[in-house]
Nanobody, 118 residues
Framework: QVQLVESGGGLVQAGGSLRLSCAAS????????MGWFRQAPGKEREFVAY????????VYSDSVKGRFTISRDNAKNTVHLQMNSLKPEDTAVYFC???????????WGPGTQVTVSL
């Protein structure tokens, strides 16, 4: 089992930026794909972005495309989510996930709160 720990959440005004980080306890086939999901109060968890094993490409939800950038540092077993032009509707708990492919995220972090105020 891989342990994931997120950091970097907080309170920011609309239009501002935050950078989330997720550290994995080790790099294995179960961290081939790493990604971010979020869950707002009263809503289901939704996909935000994921990145492939090498970090060569990322996939984004339409709601964050052009504003968020996902990257990974395999030497440090970390993945980052740079969030720019934040909107109040981005407010949620953000979870880091990892899995062998984009359809199977089997490991999850405890989450980090992101709050965007007007």
């Amino acid at each position: 089992q891989v342990q994931l720990v997120e950091s970097g959440g907080g309170l920011v005004q609309a239009g501002g930026s935050l950078r989330l980080s997720c550290a994995a306890s080790r790099r294995t086939s179960s961290t081939a794909v790493m990604g971010w999901f979020r869950q707002a109060p009263g809503k289901e968890r939704e996909f935000v972005a994921y990145i492939n094993w090498s970090g060569a490409y990322g996939v984004y939800s339409d709601s964050v495309k052009g504003r968020f950038t996902i990257s990974r540092d395999n030497a440090k077993n970390t993945v980052h989510l740079q969030m720019n032009s934040l909107k109040p509707e981005d407010t949620a708990v953000y979870f880091c996930g990892a899995g062998p492919d984009s359809r199977h995220f089997g490991s999850w972090g405890p989450g980090t709160q992101v709050t965007v105020s007007l």
